[in-house]
């Protein structure tokens, strides 16, 4: 197997075009590919500089686990240090852990900061929603959102396996109407839903508990209540 290590974003294109399979940190990719056989060629986007971006607003496909640090908001950061292990977060990927994993434990924090994606196929770079990009699977370069006013995570290990993970955030609107969102990933599935962020916590849940995350379990609507109401009193909107 031949490994492309593309240096732009023009490289990364013309690996796809040829066939090149992309890989992050191979964390599950190898066990796979000793099942199934390697391909003729893989690729990693660890040279290419849109796809390392980490900041404020930004995050790219290649940045390992263990690199995201205080420079995103609290929820993407508690979310990817959350992962695994030590072993697994210095070694697997944003893009591996969004695109490619089936825990996904970033994607309920990208979901919450209404983050976009932008992608790469044969064709050039596109914009893309997170909705579009689990199902397609086109390859990631980076996520980008709008800074949240708070924002929180949690990951319940005592509720069996996977466990149940929550994240929460209030986010600023174009119109200046904050939005509180949550995402939670009960089993393998994650739920997502927004209601109007107000400066009455009691308002707001009670928004809340009339979407679809109040179905939920009693235990896993106490543990969304709590980290909500965490979350809304860290908010000065
Ligand atoms: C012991 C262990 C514990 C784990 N615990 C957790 C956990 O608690 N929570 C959790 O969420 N995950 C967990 N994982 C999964 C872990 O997060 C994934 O292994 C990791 O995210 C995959 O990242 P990677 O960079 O190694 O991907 P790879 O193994 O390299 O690739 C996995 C898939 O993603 C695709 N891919 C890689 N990069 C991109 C990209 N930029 N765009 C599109 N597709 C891409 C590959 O083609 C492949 O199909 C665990 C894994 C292990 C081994």
Redesign the pocket.
Known sequence: MLLRLPTSVSEARQCLSEGA????????????WQRDGFPRQ?M??REVPE?NVLGAGELG??V??HRVDERVPEVLHQ?AS????G???R?????????????????PAALVLDARAT?LDPEGTFETDLTE?TAK?????SLRWRAPLASGYR?LPETGE??LVIAAAVTPEADDRPVLRVAVRDGYDVLSESVPYGPEPGLVLDALAATPLGALPMPAREAVRDQVTDVLGRTSA
């Open positions: 399979i992309p890989v992050g940190g191979a964390t599950l990719q190898w066990a796979v893989a990693s986007l796809a496909a290649a390992l686990l979310a959350r992962v695994g292990t072993a697994v977060r070694t697997a990927t944003v893009g591996g852990n969004i695109v490619g994993s089936t825990l996904r434990c970033l994607l992608a990009l699977r086109p390859l990631l370069l990951k996977p466990p």
